[in-house]
Nanobody
Framework: QVQLVESGGGLVQAGDSLRLSCAAS????????MGWFRQAPGKEREFVAA????????YYADFVKGRFTISRDNTKNTISLQMNSLKPEDTAVYYC????????????????????WGQGTQVTVSS
């Protein structure tokens, strides 16, 4: 059974930074694309960033380019999302996700809609 557990959320001010982490268990994730999504109140879940199994291929939503960085540590089955220059509009529940098919690319995983999701961690950015 796949389990993804996010951590690192919190309440910060505009311009601050946060680092989210996602711990994966239940199987080996080093061959799978992993990613981050978010959902703000009253809005649909949206893609934030994804990283290939090798770590050398990343894909970002336009609204986070230059501010957020996704990374992974396959030895620990974890991924992280470093979020800098946070804005009030970044306020959302952030979810970790893993692709359903191994050895894909971030864009492939996004087209497939990923496979498994965590429970999310709240990020609130005050102005």
């Amino acid at each position: 059974q796949v389990q993804l557990v996010e951590s690192g959320g919190g309440l910060v001010q505009a311009g601050d930074s946060l680092r989210l982490s996602c711990a994966a268990s239940g199987r080996t994730f080093r061959n799978y694309v992993m990613g981050w999504f978010r959902q703000a109140p009253g809005k649909e879940r949206e893609f934030v960033a994804a990283i290939a199994w090798s770590g050398d291929n990343t894909y970002y939503a336009d609204f986070v380019k230059g501010r957020f960085t996704i990374s992974r540590d396959n030895t620990k089955n974890t991924i992280s999302l470093q979020m800098n220059s946070l804005k009030p509009e970044d306020t959302a529940v952030y979810y970790c996700a893993v692709d359903s098919i191994p050895l894909g690319t971030p864009r492939d995983a996004l087209r497939r809609g990923f496979g498994s999701w965590g429970q999310g961690t709240q990020v609130t950015v005050s102005s």
